[in-house]
C-alpha cells in the first residue's frame, strides 16, 4: 500500500463516479461536490457504477496524486449514498477497503483462486 502521512484525513464519496474523470475533474468535484479543499492534504475515493475500480485523489503539497486500483474479483465495499457528501474513514480503514475487505466489519471479501 502507498505510504500516506498518518495526519491525512480519508473521505470516502457517496455514490458512484464518472471512471472517466482525470485528476483535474476530482478535484473540481472534491472542491464542488464535497465542500472540501483538494489541495489540503486529505485523501478522497471515488467508485465507479460497477463497484470494481476505485480512485484515490491526494495532494502531497507538493502535486496532485491519482491512484486508480480495480479489483480482479469482487466489490468495492461502499456507503449507501446519502445526499452526494462524503464519509470519513481511517486509514487503517482504506487500507481495508483497498484490499477488497468490507472497511465497517473486516473480513475477506474475495481471495484470488490463481495468479495467471
Known amino acids: 500500500m502507498i505510504a500516506f502521512p498518518a495526519s491525512a484525513r480519508v473521505w ?33 475515493c471515488f467508485r465507479g457504477r460497477r463497484g470494481d475500480l476505485v480512485k484515490l485523489l491526494w495532494h502531497d503539497g507538493v502535486g496532485m496524486s491519482l491512484y486508480v486500483k480495480r479489483l480482479e474479483a469482487g466489490k468495492f465495499i461502499w456507503p449507501a449514498s446519502q445526499g452526494g457528501g462524503a464519509v470519513p474513514i481511517s486509514e487503517a480503514q482504506l487500507g481495508y477497503l483497498l484490499d477488497g475487505i468490507d472497511w465497517r466489519n473486516p473480513r475477506w471479501t474475495q481471495r484470488p483462486a490463481k495468479a495467471g
Open 12 to 44: 470516502i464519496a457517496n455514490g458512484v463516479t464518472d471512471m472517466r474523470c482525470g485528476m483535474n475533474s476530482l478535484a473540481l468535484k472534491v472542491q464542488e461536490g464535497l465542500g472540501r479543499d483538494p489541495h489540503g492534504g486529505e485523501i478522497f
